[in-house]
């Protein structure tokens, strides 16, 4: 079972829809979280860190259950431009950033 | 300020031939990483450095791949011999800490005929 997984998608959804990704991982031992974000052709970019009591940053929220081992990010109101690729990262005690595969979405007009 | 500079940004070359990867960290951070990302394996880690020192390069695949940090504001990512395997795109990356976000350059595109 590879440590940090994720639905690949793609997640097609309209504007204005609001669309939920999910992110789990295999090891408790587990430290710090964040969410990327990957457009086309382009690098890695945080779009937000992940905190034990939920947090949230315009129209995403990211929350984490550490119980049950995953962490989510919530798009409300989509818009055109945040059809990227979801990555998700989890830092593991001894380890470094492990990278989930990535979660596609597509906003369509 | 500057982020996370790579070169070159696109290299194409034929197997067989040496290729150099050149990163610029952000001013100030202690760690560097190197990343290769492909379609089928999606973003894995080749190998990070502290302080100019490498911490864990067990994600290199092989001897053929080497890297080096002769100073906290450049470090190289060289595959001898090439193969056309090695085609992806390479990703640098630093941050202060090793619990803290990373950031990213621009990625270098290689294509290895």
């Known amino acids: 079972r590879k440590e940090v997984e994720q639905d690949p998608g793609p997640f097609n959804v309209p504007e204005g829809a609001t669309v939920a990704f999910n992110c789990t991982y295999s090891?408790?031992?587990?430290?710090?979280f964040f969410w990327y974000r990957q457009d086309c052709r382009k690098e890695p970019k945080l779009l937000m860190s992940?905190?034990?009591s939920g947090n949230e940053d315009g129209r995403f929220t990211a929350q984490l259950n550490r119980a049950s081992q995953y962490i989510s990010l919530l798009i409300r109101d989509s818009k055109l431009s945040d059809s990227a690729t979801y990555l998700c990262?989890?830092?593991?005690?001894?380890?470094?950033?492990?990278f989930g595969p990535g979660t596609r979405l597509s906003v369509l007009p | 300020d500057a982020g996370v500079i790579q070169s070159p940004r696109h290299e194409v070359t034929e197997m067989g031939q040496e290729v150099t990867l050149r990163c610029k960290p952000i001013?100030?951070?202690?760690?560097l990483f190197w990343y290769r990302q492909t379609m089928m394996r999606g973003l894995e880690l080749l190998i990070y450095?502290?302080?100019?020192?490498?911490?864990?390069d067990s994600g290199m695949p092989e001897d053929r791949f080497s890297a080096k940090m002769p100073n906290a504001s450049f470090s190289t990512l060289k595959i001898q011999p090439s193969e056309p395997r090695d085609s992806a795109v390479y990703f640098c990356?630093?941050?202060?800490?090793?619990?803290?976000?990373?950031?990213f350059g621009d990625g270098t595109r290689l294509s290895i005929l």
């Open positions: 990356a630093s941050t202060t800490d090793s619990n803290q976000p990373q950031h």
């Open positions: 090891n408790s031992a587990s430290q710090s």
């Open positions: 992940v905190y034990s």
């Open positions: 990262v989890v830092i593991f005690y001894g380890q470094n950033f492990v």
């Open positions: 001013s100030g951070h202690d760690y």
């Open positions: 450095f502290n302080n100019n020192v490498p911490i864990d």
